[in-house]
Structures are given as structure tokens and as C-alpha cells.
């Protein structure tokens, strides 16, 4: 079963190259806004996000601040994909619970196994507790 990745940015340009380096290898639903995208998680939970920060309505730190205060959210990878690339706004990224931070423009190869080592590690971990819950 394919793995569903959320893409959230308010550039279609940005929204488009991603949907472009990872459609081949998962199902990838873009969005425009945080919102839309609390309002479809409901109903279709993503295996990774990749969540810019600047966009209106809802920012992408306060988007993250939500994910991470909703126990059904929180163990979803959230990659910030970003044109703020200052070592402050990456630090923060990662101590509200990121899993990676990738600075725009990204490369076509970097993005891919960003997003496939990030999977491959939930996936592990998931197995990981798993078997520790049967012994």
C-alpha cells in the first residue's frame, strides 16, 4: 500500500515541484493552507507532512504547535520545507518535534530521501514498540 504524503504550502509553483519529485512513489495530496489541512486529516491521516511556514490564515509553527497537541497527530514526521532558512527558525522547527528541515529551493534527489528516510525510520520504530509490547 502506497504511503500518503500531505504537502502544505501556499505556492502553487512550490506545491507542484514537490507533488512532481514524489508522485511516482506515494500518494501525494497538496493543500494551500493549514486549515485545509486540518480539515481533511480527519478523515485521511498522511504517513508525512511536509509543511511550509509562511502562509495566511494558519502559519506553518502554528500548525505544528496543533499536530503536536493532538495525541492522534503527533507521531506524524512533520519536514518543514521552507524558504526561512536562518539557523534560529530551524531550531525551533526542530525543537517543537520536526523531523527534518529542508531549506527552498530544494533538489529533486535530496527531497525524495529526506522523505524516504524519514518514513523508513517511523517504520522501524513502529515495529521496534510493537515487539516490545509482546514480550
Same mark, same amino acid.
Not at 514524489?22 to 485521511?44: G, N, P, Q
Not at 520536526?98 to 530544494?106: E, L, R, S
Given at each position: %500500500? #502506497? ?12 506545491? /507542484?515541484?514537490? $507533488? ?12 494551500? !493552507?493549514? +486549515?485545509? %489541512?486540518?480539515?481533511?486529516?480527519? &478523515? &485521511?491521516? =498522511?504517513?508525512?507532512? @511536509?509543511?511550509?511556514? $509562511?502562509?495566511?490564515?494558519?502559519? *506553518? ?12 497527530? !503527533?507521531?506524524? =514526521?512533520?519536514?518543514? @520545507? ?7 527558525? +530551524?531550531?525551533?522547527?526542530? $525543537? %517543537? *518535534?520536526?523531523?527534518?528541515?529542508? *531549506?527552498? =529551493?530544494? /533538489?529533486? =534527489? *535530496?527531497?525524495? #530521501? ?17 515487539? #516490545? &509490547?509482546? #514480550?
Amino acid at each position: %500500500m #502506497r504511503k500518503t504524503i500531505f504537502i502544505v504550502d501556499d505556492s502553487d509553483t512550490n506545491l /507542484t515541484q514537490a $507533488e512532481e519529485v514524489l508522485e511516482d512513489h506515494y500518494t501525494v495530496i497538496t493543500m494551500s !493552507s493549514a +486549515e485545509k %489541512m486540518f480539515h481533511l486529516i480527519d &478523515k &485521511k491521516t =498522511p504517513n508525512l507532512i @511536509l509543511l511550509d511556514i $509562511e502562509m495566511p490564515e494558519m502559519d *506553518g509553527l502554528e500548525a505544528m504547535e496543533r499536530l503536536q497537541a493532538d495525541n492522534r497527530l !503527533s507521531a506524524i =514526521p512533520v519536514i518543514f @520545507l521552507t524558504g526561512q532558512r536562518e539557523a534560529a527558525t +530551524e531550531t525551533r522547527c526542530f $525543537e %517543537m *518535534g520536526a523531523a527534518d528541515f529542508i *531549506g527552498k =529551493p530544494f /533538489t529533486a =534527489p *535530496g527531497l525524495l #530521501r529526506r522523505v524516504k528516510t524519514q518514513l523508513c525510520l517511523r517504520e522501524l520504530l513502529s515495529k521496534y514498540l510493537s515487539e #516490545r &509490547k509482546c #514480550r
